[in-house]
């Protein structure tokens, strides 16, 4: 049994719910967009979260899990294989969706900096907001998680219908894409897929 929870929800009653809910989230993307988000029976599950096309802002699959330490080692392969950029949270500069200063007050384990200058060859990363309430996301997981960005493109991925249309604070240029993406450490993965 597993403690996963869907946050945009109250928390189901069991677990054949909360399964039944991440295939469904999971199906309304094209494979290439989510295969890299593994069976929730895999290892234990915090938490996921979703928005899908009703507000007119990003729409996103996030995931938190744990495994085993053989697990782990193949999901870090698979990262390592797969990962078009690689950046720590510790970094001066990440290219945040929806980066708000007030997210990473003095109360939060976070202090990521949205930059003013971007390298032109910097790729989106969520801003991982969906971590803060997930008790096995510490400030040692933020000192010392790599993230690996799998993919990320600008253009429309969705449906004109369901694109952003409050925009997600990108620079020109990064109107609408995608970002997908894994933040690894120790025994803990946080899987991102966000659409604007």
């Known amino acids: 049994m597993t403690s996963c929870y869907n946050i945009n929800k109250p ?89 708000s200063p007030e997210i990473y007050e003095n109360n939060s384990i976070f202090k990521l900096n949205m930059c003013q200058k971007l390298s032109p060859d910097m790729l989106p990363v969520s801003n991982f907001v969906f971590c803060e309430d997930v008790s096995i996301i510490s400030k040692k997981y933020i000192k010392r998680a790599t993230i690996y960005v799998l993919g990320a493109e600008k253009g429309k991925f969705l449906s004109d219908d369901t694109l952003s249309t409050n925009g997600v604070g990108l620079p020109e240029g990064w109107e609408h894409g995608y970002t997908r993406g894994m933040a690894i450490y120790s025994n803990t993965v946080v899987y991102w897929l966000e659409l604007w």
């Open 11 to 99: 928390k189901p009653t069991n677990y054949e719910e909360i399964k039944k809910s991440y295939k469904e989230h999971l199906s309304l993307y094209e494979k290439n967009l989510t295969s890299h988000f593994p069976d929730i029976d895999s290892g234990e599950c915090n938490q996921f979260s979703v928005n899908n096309a009703d507000t007119k802002a990003s729409n996103f699959i996030n995931l938190v899990m744990s495994f085993s330490d053989k697990k782990i080692k193949d999901i870090e392969t698979y990262a390592n294989k797969y990962a078009i950029k690689k950046y720590h949270f510790t970094d001066n500069c990440l290219m945040l969706l929806n980066y």
